[in-house]
């Protein structure tokens, strides 16, 4: 038999409560993703995308119904072995980047490193490969603040990276990217499902999640369509080609 869904969800709903109002954000939403699996999660603003990844990616636990994360029940976990499970199955990338401006790319993609305890030379070994995976092997000491927004979104992916998780959970990463570099980051998402990551990304343009091989749609915190197609294809952009600031 083959291996159980990388992600289960089944009949998953979401309350939050705020004093005596409660706010239904999830609805029953049941989703199995299977690894190497490019997903782009649509749907207009309030339809429940950023909850559905808070969920998927562990950062906060569904009011009712079942997650299984490669088979694993992540509600008997503690806290502590949420945050573990996160630590070496997750990378998480934002809209805004999160980078800390003051420190050079080298330095912010060891971070998580640091986090799992890593020691100091396999740290800057492996901040290194992460950042030459995304192509910055000549800016690993550059500050975010004298890259492009392409070139921090890249580090930021570095730093999703180096812990070597099976999935990538990107909440609308290319929301502060102009159009040409969105594609380059793109093409990268889909060089790294190439090698078995597996890819889950909320995004409102039609045109990044054509770049998907699977679009989930929601709305009013549930699933309205759930498709399988053919990947666009994204060109990477050659080398040195992005605009510096
Ligand atoms: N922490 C929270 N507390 C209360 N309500 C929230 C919280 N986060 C989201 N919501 C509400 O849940 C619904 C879904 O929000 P969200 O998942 O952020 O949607 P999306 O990312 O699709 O815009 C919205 O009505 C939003 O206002
Ligand atoms: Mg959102």
Redesign the pocket.
């Known amino acids: 038999m083959d291996r159980p869904a990388l992600v289960q969800l089944k009949d998953v709903t ?1 309350i ?1 409560r ?1 004093g005596d109002v409660e ?4 609805r029953g939403v049941s989703l199995e993703i299977a690894q190497g699996e490019f997903t782009a999660i649509m ?12 969920l998927l990616g562990c950062l906060d636990r569904p009011t009712a119904g079942s997650y299984l994360l490669e088979g694993q029940d992540i509600s008997v976990l503690s806290n502590d072995q949420l945050a573990s499970l996160r630590n070496q199955t997750l990378g998480f990338v934002f809209q805004s980047f999160n980078l800390l401006s003051r420190t050079s790319a080298l330095e912010n993609v060891e971070l998580p490193l640091l986090y799992s305890g890593v020691p100091a030379a396999e740290r800057h070994q492996r901040a290194r490969e992460s950042l030459v995976r995304v192509g910055l092997g000549d800016r690993l000491h550059h500050h975010p603040n004298q890259m492009s927004g392409g070139q921090q979104q890249r580090v930021a992916i570095a730093r999703a990276l180096v812990n070597r998780p099976r999935v990538i959970l990107a ?1 609308e990463p290319t929301g502060n990217l102009d159009s040409r570099t969105s594609v380059d980051v793109m093409a990268l998402f889909q060089a790294l499902g190439r090698t078995g990551i597996t890819v889950l990304l ?1 995004t409102h343009e039609p045109d990044i999640a054509a770049y998907a091989t699977r679009v989930v749609t ?1 709305r009013d ?1 549930l699933i309205r369509s759930d498709q399988r197609q053919a990947q666009k294809a994204a060109v990477p952009l050659p080398d040195g080609t992005e605009a510096h600031p």
């Open positions: 979401k939050y705020m706010l239904v954000a999830l749907g207009a603003s309030g339809s429940g995308k950023s909850t559905l990844m808070n909440d909320v929601m915190g």
